[in-house]
């Protein structure tokens, strides 16, 4: 009996490890953003076991001559992530992320006009990347104005690609990953211009996109709460499966998508204490620095006020109120579900922003969970 038992645990386990790999072909990335502003959560602290890629936030160019002139502290953080990440039990791959949502996107406008300040721009970030041992470089341009600086972006991802693939042929080793954090639309308005990414571009060069699927709403307008994350919204095509659908929709491959997922809620004060559902009466930003808490703030927020939680399966989010303060967030159970979203939808992965916004890894564990599920363990 039990020699029968276990060989058919073993026929369970070999038969539903073929079946993943029909499923996910490709490797599941699970990856987050690491701020290199977050004294109190050195590289030391990232439980590697939850991860496959972390991504250094952020580097910029000088903006003149579009090359990247590393401070003695920057020096010392960059390498000191990567030495840390790539001596984990288990190792991640590091990868290097320029820009950010604090950046000046003027200066890549700029760079990426020009042929000889793009060619300036790309050999030094793999300069960069292969001094302090990146396995790969990252451009988070928020955003592109206008169809001109989008198509310019197609052309500095070309001569991006081209440039790692003949420095790692030269050099010997393997190129480096070269990826790309983009609008959850592929194609938005933005102060009233409509601008469309370089789908093409994309598709040739880029190993994956980091699909931005949050900051749907936020303290840009205060008038009404939005879950900031939606995954789905009927009333509107500011959601993850409108965005996601739109990328698919213009031929990039899913394989070559990862859902952006956040680590992090936004707050609103509420006009009425009474009324407190999505889209109800706002009159400014809650608690948090500008309106945004990380997930475990709002855990010890909900806790210390005994805010009252919901669960809002339109959206697929989580929300908590208390008095006049409202905040729109992902939990386990949201994050669990839109993991779930992304592997039917054949995505190749996830990331978090940021990798520091956890509790307890309560949220990034999902991942885990879910893969580990169909091993039948
Ligand atoms: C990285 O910095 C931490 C302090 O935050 C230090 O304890 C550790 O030894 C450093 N690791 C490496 C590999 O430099
Ligand atoms: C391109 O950029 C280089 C270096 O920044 C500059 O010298 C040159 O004048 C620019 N060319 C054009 C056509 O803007
Ligand atoms: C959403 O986008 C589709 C096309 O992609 C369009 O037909 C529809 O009108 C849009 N809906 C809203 C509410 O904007």
């Given at each position: 009996m039990a020699v029968f038992r276990s060989l058919l645990l073993l026929f369970v386990v070999v038969f539903s490890t073929i079946t993943v790999d029909c499923v996910s072909p490709t490797p599941v990335i699970k990856a987050a953003y690491w701020p290199s502003w977050a004294s109190d959560f050195?590289?030391?602290?990232?439980?590697?076991?939850?991860?496959?890629?972390?991504?250094?936030?952020?580097?910029?160019?000088?903006?003149?001559?579009?090359?990247f002139e590393v401070s003695k502290s920057e020096a010392i953080l960059l390498s000191n992530f990567t030495s840390t990440l790539h001596h984990k039990n288990p190792p991640v791959k590091t990868i290097l992320s320029i820009g950010g949502g604090g950046?000046?996107?003027?200066?890549?406008?700029?760079?990426?006009?020009?042929?000889?300040?793009?060619?300036?721009?790309?050999?030094?970030?793999?300069?960069?990347a292969r001094k302090f041992g990146f396995d790969g470089l990252d451009l988070d341009w928020e955003f592109p104005t206008n169809p001109k600086e989008m198509n310019d972006l197609g052309y500095l991802f070309e001569e991006w690609r081209f440039a790692i693939n003949k420095i790692a042929k030269t050099k010997n080793h393997p190129p480096l990953l070269l990826t790309s954090a983009v609008n959850a639309a592929i194609d938005f308005f933005l102060f009233d211009v409509y601008r469309t990414y370089p789908a093409a571009s994309i598709r040739k060069n880029l190993d994956w996109i980091n699909v931005m699927c949050f900051d749907y709403r936020g303290s840009w307008d205060t008038t009404v709460t939005g879950a900031h994350a939606a995954l789905f919204d009927p009333k509107s095509n500011v959601s993850t499966?409108?965005?996601?659908?739109?990328?698919?929709?213009?031929?990039?491959?899913?394989?070559k998508m990862v859902m952006g997922l956040p680590l992090y809620g936004r707050t609103w004060k509420l006009e009425k204490p009474g009324l407190h559902g999505i889209g109800a009466?706002?009159?400014?930003?809650?608690?948090?620095?500008?309106?945004?808490?990380?997930?475990?703030?709002?855990?010890?927020?909900?806790?210390?006020n005994k805010a009252t939680v919901v669960y809002d399966s339109v959206t697929v989010s989580m929300y908590s109120y208390v008095g006049t303060?409202?905040?729109?967030?992902?939990?386990?159970?949201?994050?669990t579900i839109k993991i779930g979203?992304?592997?039917?939808?054949?995505?190749?992965?996830?990331?978090?922003?940021?990798?520091?916004?956890?509790?307890?890894?309560?949220?990034?564990?999902?991942g885990n969970h879910h893969s580990s599920s169909l091993h039948t363990k």
């Open positions: 050195p590289p030391s602290a990232i439980d590697t076991t939850l991860f496959t890629h972390i991504f250094y936030a952020f580097l910029m160019p000088n903006s003149i001559t579009f090359k950046a000046d996107p003027d200066v890549f406008a700029r760079m990426a006009a020009n042929a000889s300040s793009r060619r300036a721009f790309i050999n030094s970030a793999i300069k960069i499966s409108y965005g996601v659908g739109s990328w698919i929709k213009a031929g990039v491959p899913r394989e009466h706002a009159i400014g930003v809650g608690p948090g620095e500008e309106g945004v808490m990380t997930f475990s703030q709002v855990k010890d927020f909900n806790r210390k303060s409202w905040i729109g967030y992902d939990d386990a159970i949201s994050v979203f992304g592997r039917a939808q054949g995505l190749t992965g996830y990331f978090f922003w940021a990798v520091n916004g956890d509790k307890d890894w309560r949220i990034s564990r999902q």
